[in-house]
């Protein structure tokens, strides 16, 4: 049954992974809040959260989650969308 409901890593144009990544960047600089849509076991996830710190040449990011406060690392490869609250 899990199987049937997973779906594909949607491949992200140039333009899309370059908006993402300043998103990113301001959020970091104004500590704005975020909704984050990743990619992650087959299934696309939104959370809501603030961007600690971003390295785009390691391709990773921290975030923290906005229900449990916790320090969430992840490959900016896995994201999908950012957009402000």
């Known amino acids: ?3 049937q409901l997973e779906v594909h890593q949607p491949i992200l144009t140039e ?6 990544n300043f998103s990113l960047i301001e ?3 104004t ?3 975020v909704y984050l849509t990743y990619y992650k076991n087959g299934q696309r996830i939104t959370e809501t959260g603030f961007i600690q710190f971003v ?7 921290v975030f923290i989650d ?15 969308d950012v ?3």
Request: proline share 0%; net charge negative.
């Open 83 to 85: 957009r402000f609250t």
């Open 66 to 80: 906005e229900v449990f406060e916790l320090k969430n690392k992840m490959r900016l490869s896995e994201l999908i």
């Open 1 to 3: 049954m899990n199987k």
């Open 55 to 61: 390295d785009s040449l390691g391709n990773l990011f």
């Open 27 to 29: 959020a970091l600089h």
């Open 15 to 20: 333009e899309e992974m370059e908006q993402i």
């Open 31 to 33: 500590n704005k809040q």
